[in-house]
Every structure is written in structure tokens, then in C-alpha cells.
């Protein structure tokens, strides 16, 4: 049995919330919906750093994990965008760790 599944992957802008580029399991998701997902995302994302005190400057690659019913929501910080990647299932550390590494490792490539 596979503990979770990848279901989307955004990067998003991290001032405006504009979606860079994604990924998506469902090839039938509609433009607007991911617009409005994203928007949610990056307010979620910058309340969590003005109530912990982060700053964007400062936590370059800092994350948060949001749980939804059977969802995890990673949101990674990198410079000028964010990841945010939507699973199904659980997430173990060791699981969480692997997947940031490879979206750090794709953003050192792709500067």
C-alpha cells in the first residue's frame, strides 16, 4: 500500500501568489481553481510567518505542513517563489525530508 501520493505541485510568486508553473494528477482541473488555491496558499503562508516572526528574507527555506482531512499541504520557501505540494495519505519525517531534499536539489538546478 502506498502511505501517500503526490496530487499537485504549485510554485507560486511569493508576493503576488501568480502561479510560476505546476503539476497536476487530474489533467481536468480547472485554470481558476488553482488560481484561488494558490491565493489561499500564500496567505495561509504569510500569516504563518508574521505569527511565528519569519521573515522572507530570513527563513529562505523555511516550511509548513498543513493537514486537511487525508491531505498534506507542504509549503516550502525558496527566494522569490514557494513549493507547495498536495499528497494524499500520511507523511513520515523520513518521507517529508526525501521530498524536500529533491525540491531544494530542483531548485539549485534550476536558478
Known sequence: MISNEI??????????G????????????KHGDKDIFSGMLTTIRSFGEDAFNKSNSGQQHSEIIIDYDNYKILLQNHYNYYFAVV?????????KNKLTNKLYNFTKKNR
Open 18 to 29: 501568480l502561479i510560476l508553473g505546476s503539476y497536476s494528477k487530474n489533467k481536468a482541473e
Open 7 to 16: 496530487i499537485n505541485i504549485f510554485i507560486i510568486q511569493h508576493n503576488t
Open 87 to 95: 499528497l494524499e495519505g500520511s507523511l513520515s519525517i523520513a518521507e
